[in-house]
């Protein structure tokens, strides 16, 4: 079952209370076919008691729902969306995605078999349909004209048979509609709602029962100076439309996931563990933290964990994008997904499941594809009065015919019925979340997961990209290149001693004195009492006396002034040290710029972005790395509350601020920013700082992200577009607006293929983004 904590928070209780309290479940609702189905289900879960919100993606046929877990549970949800008249249950009894799959896939040939079905019974209710054309005194055209050469003997059969045929031929191609159409519209009015369903039932329901009584009783027509018009193949035509814009509109859903089923195809079905001394094949769900995996040549890794024994090469490239192998050797991590090229290897299970770096993407990619979009608010709005409105221009249209030509009845009934079966909310309830969702995943295949369609959305309007120096615009791995103790203390001493304190601390100067300790065989002592004071140091004890080690403003917090001799090195960061109470030296620390860092910044200001540095560090580290990258503006020397302050600052003077971070150090400014882009190698997937995670770490990355971004939010606005534009545009039409002047009239027909298109043109839109390059 697919069930997190949220961020969502309650009016009555604090933001950390909040995520405690609340929770959040994904559920599959099945039946809905456009965005006034997906209102309908939203209100019912919305209703229900406990739930805070509750977004439903008409894409992926799910729910979203944050509730308080004391209150309502997912039982309750099912419960909810049955009784609004669709089908839903459990994620556990849906199974794994591929029974997901296998079951569209069986919707799918489905769909298609019926709707071939109703075209070749379409098409022949066409043909039989001729005589009956020149009966009532129409120019036969080319097909009529055909039809005499090759079938003259349809030509001398009863009109009155012909129309029982047509008739019986008719409920029988409706009969294969029920599921799709019929049933759906009538749950819909048990309980007293819309939706696209209704308008077709009404529309090929009418039309069969004005076309019966003009075949069983055509003296009540002619009674009144009336023809009696039938439209049989006009029903089937409909349906057909209708049952095979569906089927490809089922297609292209599937094809705008494809990203997800492939990420999702990465991991192995089971795993080979050792237990009691044997090596045993399990389910992958059977794998548990500290079990011992093997994993033979050609494999994929089938949970996250640390080598064993062995050595191997591997194919990490759905993580890095790097295509070439690299080593792996005891001690090394693997990540579940990855391909085993040529070692057979034994490793510990770290992370099984769905904790996994696979997992943790999945799971993201689900969440963001489910999500929804400020953009959709648009879609919403409309979709909540959309049918009732339609029918009643059909209504309008009816009346308004029958009062304008007393003598042609016929023509006020199709136009009525053309105007029901035009009309396609199910092209507004597509238009957002199918860009979405084809974003979502192709962001996925570039190393970039968006956590939601929100964040996707507010990157595009940014206009300032505020980059912090450290694992960003720099490798964030510096290496010690001087040690400069005081008098009476050694290098290898205050080296020890910073080191044993530090080990404990995730800073990159941290690491960088503990790389330079295991360099120099140093056994470092244990420490206790360790703080880390954000954007200063860190402080403990280490051999009974105090140490602090950090920049100028830790030790002078602490009542320790550094010499004035001990000045920033230009170029390179320093570490000061501070032993009981008494300065004790300091170290020095390069870092190398990323590789792609200048470019990335190049891209960005081409694209008309200020580009601003914040950093903790040195200015001349600070203002040398803003040379060689081309950052437009540096800040140095900050505390993470000075940064808050600078992107609040700039918030205030109306720039839509992106801000790029390890997503640690720098939460703060990532939570405030406009966007907040977090930089990491996919070890840290579940941290909560920032709405963008860009797996590879690399700064060109930042460009890619915010392209894709300004071409989803592009497509959804395109969608949006043709989605309104084609219902504004195409019932006037079908409601005859143009038949006084110009003698233009839409068949029924006509009017449903017209509808499918509208659906399928926004769908292969949106699959537009799946070939994506960042230029």
């Known amino acids: 079952m697919s069930v997190a904590a949220t961020e969502v928070p309650s009016p009555q209780m604090s933001t950390a209370e909040a995520r405690r309290e609340q929770t959040t479940v994904t559920i599959p609702v099945l039946g809905m076919s456009c965005a006034a189905c997906q209102s309908h289900v939203e209100r019912a879960l919305r209703a229900t008691p406990g739930v805070c919100n509750a977004e439903v ?3 992926t046929h799910t729910a979203r729902v944050v509730f308080d877990p004391k209150l309502s549970g997912p039982e309750q949800f099912v419960q909810a969306v049955r009784n609004s008249g669709y089908e839903s249950s459990l994620p556990a009894d849906q199974g794994e995605h591929g029974s997901h799959l296998e079951h569209s896939q069986l919707g799918q040939q489905s769909l298609r078999w019926r709707a071939f079905a109703l075209l070749g019974m379409a098409a022949s209710a066409m043909i039989l349909s001729m005589p009956l054309m020149s009966e009532m005194g129409e120019h036969p055209g080319f097909l009529a004209r055909l039809t005499m050469e090759i079938l003259p003997a349809l030509y001398r059969l009863p009109v009155s048979a012909i129309e029982s045929a047509l008739l019986a031929f008719t409920i029988l191609g409706m009969a294969l509609a029920v599921g799709e159409v019929y049933k759906p519209a009538w749950n819909a009015l048990v309980h007293r709602t819309t939706n696209m369903n209704t308008l077709v039932a009404l529309g090929t329901i009418a039309a069969l029962s004005y076309s019966a009584v003009a075949t069983l009783a055509p003296s009540l027509f002619r009674d009144h100076g009336l023809r009696p018009d039938v439209y049989y193949e006009s029903v ?6 209708l049952m095979l814009g569906r089927w490809l509109e089922s297609r292209a859903k599937t094809s705008t996931q ?7 195809e990465l991991q192995p079905q089971v795993a080979r563990v050792i237990r009691q001394g044997s090596e045993v094949e399990v389910p992958l769900a059977s794998v548990r933290t500290q079990d011992t995996v093997v994993l033979r040549p050609g494999e994929r890794v089938p949970v996250d964990g640390v080598m064993l024994s062995g050595t191997t090469s591997v194919d990490e490239s759905l993580l890095t994008g790097e295509s070439l192998p690299v080593s792996r050797s005891p001690g090394d991590r693997l990540i579940g997904g990855s391909l085993n090229y040529d070692g057979v290897v034994e490793y510990r299970a770290t992370s099984p499941g769905s904790g996994g770096v696979l997992g943790q993407m999945l799971q993201m990619m689900q969440e963001a594809q489910s999500s929804r979009a400020p953009t959709q608010q648009l879609a919403d709005r409309v979709s909540a009065v959309f049918v009732p409105v339609v029918l009643g221009i059909a209504v309008l249209t009816f009346l308004a015919w029958v009062a304008l030509d007393r003598g042609n009845i016929g023509h006020a009934f199709a ?3 053309t105007v029901l079966v035009i009309a396609c909310p199910c092209a507004l309830g597509l238009a957002v979340p199918a860009a979405l969702t084809v974003a979502i995943g192709r962001s996925a295949q570039l190393g970039i997961l968006f956590k939601n369609g929100a964040a996707l959305e507010r990157l595009a309007g940014v206009d300032t990209v505020v980059l912090d120096k450290t694992g960003t615009l720099t490798v964030g791995r510096p290496r010690i290149s001087g040690i400069c103790p005081i008098a009476g203390i050694t290098e290898e001493d205050l080296l020890m001693v910073t080191a044993s304190l530090e080990r404990r601390s995730e800073h990159p100067l941290a690491r960088a004195v503990l790389d330079r300790a ?3 065989g140093l056994t470092l002592e244990e420490s206790s009492d360790v703080r880390a004071i954000p954007g200063k140091g860190v402080t403990g004890t280490v051999r009974a006396q105090g140490v602090a080690a950090g920049n100028r403003a830790l030790l002078l917090e602490l009542g320790i002034d550094p010499p004035a001799a001990v000045a920033p090195v230009e170029e390179a960061s320093t570490l000061l040290v501070a032993i009981d109470g008494r300065y004790s030296g300091y170290f020095v620390a390069r870092d190398e710029v990323r590789s792609g860092a200048a470019e990335a910044i190049r891209m960005l200001k081409k694209r008309g972005l200020r580009t601003i540095m914040l950093t903790g560090d040195n200015a001349g580290v600070a203002q040398a790395i803003a040379k060689q990258t081309g950052t437009d503006e540096v800040y140095a020397g900050l505390l993470p509350e000075q940064k808050l302050e600078h992107i609040r600052s700039l918030q205030r003077g109306q720039r839509k601020v ?16 406009n966007a907040g882009i977090a930089m990491g190698t996919g070890t840290d997937l579940a941290r909560e700082a920032g709405d963008v995670v860009l797996l590879r770490g690399e700064p060109l990355s930042i460009a890619t992200a915010l392209d894709l971004s300004r071409a989803t939010l592009r497509t959804m606005r395109q969608n949006l577009g043709w989605a309104v534009g084609y219902n504004i545009v195409g019932i006037p039409l079908a409601a005859g607006l143009l038949y006084p ?12 293929a017209a509808m499918a298109l509208s659906s399928i043109s926004v ?4 699959l537009r983004l799946r070939g994506f390059k960042s230029s």
């Open 57 to 59: 993606n008409l894409m």
């Open 236 to 241: 089937l035509f409909i349906l057909a439309f």
């Open 258 to 264: 494809d990203a997800l089923r492939a990420f999702a």
């Open 415 to 417: 136009a009525a019925v």
């Open 518 to 520: 295991a360099e120099a």
């Open 658 to 673: 992106a801000m790029v971070g390890d997503g640690i150090n720098d939460a703060a400014a990532l939570a405030q920013a």
């Open 741 to 752: 002047m110009f003698g233009i009239l839409l068949s029924p027909a006509i009017a449903s």
């Open 763 to 766: 769908l292969a839109n949106s």
